[in-house]
């Protein structure tokens, strides 16, 4: 006798799976409450994360260039903090010095 073989599952219920396993839910749990087996689901993870390029936990990975492009932006948003700190100390230094605040201060 050959064992039962049903239709495969609707793109659409593969996808909730996989949204339910990237959302925290155990594949072998989806199992014992759904028929697909916990492998299958666990297959499926895996395909739409690599197809979606995203890391075993879900993140989306970067590219090399967004990557590249990341690195110099905190550098350059560093910079912007320094260079914020340095005038903002100069402009309380130069309002105690002529004793007035200067324009556009919210005086903090």
């Not at 793109?11 to 409450?33: C, N, T, Y």
């Not at 700190?85 to 105690?96: E, H, N, V």
């Amino acid at each position: 006798m050959m064992p039962k073989s049903r239709p495969p599952y609707s793109p659409e219920f593969r996808r909730q799976m996989v949204d339910l396993v990237l959302a925290g839910r155990d594949p072998d749990d989806l199992a014992r409450e759904f028929e697909p087996t916990g492998q299958s689901i666990r297959a499926w993870v895996a395909k739409t994360s690599q197809k979606e390029g995203r890391q075993g936990d879900g993140v989306v990975a970067l590219s090399a260039p967004d990557r590249d492009e990341l690195v110099r932006l905190r550098r350059e948003n560093k910079q912007l903090r320094l260079e914020r700190d340095i005038l903002s100390k100069a402009a309380a230094w130069f309002a105690r010095e002529t004793g007035t605040l200067p324009s556009g201060s919210s005086g903090s």
